[in-house]
């Protein structure tokens, strides 16, 4: 006695499932927040932080900097204006920040002029903090490598029982 169904199902195709071919970034923001573009920004940047003297509002104003830095080729040069825009301070306190960014020697303001003479924004080179990053680097790695063999011993050590250590201290 045959089943009719099984007959029908061994003759339907099973269409594979479809890779996922959204990129990791839009997996976890989404396409819609990812196609609205994104900034290219080393994690040691975050991680070193405090090591390059700044605070969040340097930091901040650093990134945004960033963002706009597309081409290796070709420095960025957000305005004041835009600056302030995007993270609600004033003019006077952006140029602050990037005054102290400069004192840093994370960026340097190289002035921009139109044809007609007339002021520009600046243009901001950032090989000042691309040259920092480099230089802290080596530290960084090497935390991450001691973090790493710590982690392996500490797996690695056989079970001890608390009785037995008591034990040969009194002995001693």
């Known amino acids: 006695m045959t089943d009719t169904n099984q007959d029908e199902t061994t003759t339907d195709k099973v269409a594979p499932e479809k890779k996922s071919r959204k990129s990791p970034a839009s997996q976890k923001w989404g396409a819609k927040v990812m196609d609205s573009g994104f900034c290219?920004?080393?994690?040691?940047?975050?991680r070193a932080q405090r090591r390059l003297h700044l605070n969040p509002t340097q930091l901040a104003v650093l990134i945004q900097i960033v963002d706009h830095w597309w081409d290796a080729g070709r420095k960025p040069y957000p305005s004041k204006k835009e600056l302030?825009?995007?993270?609600?301070?004033?003019?006077?306190?952006?140029?602050?920040?990037?005054?102290?960014?400069?004192d840093e020697g994370l960026i340097k303001r190289i002035p921009r002029y139109a044809d007609h003479k007339g002021r520009m924004s600046n243009m901001y080179d950032l090989q000042g903090l691309v040259d920092?990053?480099?230089?802290?680097?080596?530290?960084?790695?090497?935390?991450?490598?001691?973090?790493?063999?710590?982690?392996?011993?500490?797996?690695?050590?056989?079970?001890?029982?608390?009785?037995?250590e008591a034990e040969a201290g009194e002995a001693a």
Request: glycine share 6%; hydrophobic share 35%; aromatic share 6%.
């Open 132 to 164: 920092k990053l480099t230089e802290l680097e080596p530290d960084f790695r090497e935390a991450r490598n001691q973090a790493r063999q710590s982690r392996q011993k500490a797996a690695s050590l056989g079970f001890k029982r608390r009785g037995a």
């Open 40 to 46: 290219m920004l080393p994690s040691l940047l975050l």
């Open 84 to 102: 302030s825009q995007r993270l609600g301070i004033g003019e006077r306190q952006i140029q602050r920040y990037l005054t102290d960014l400069e």
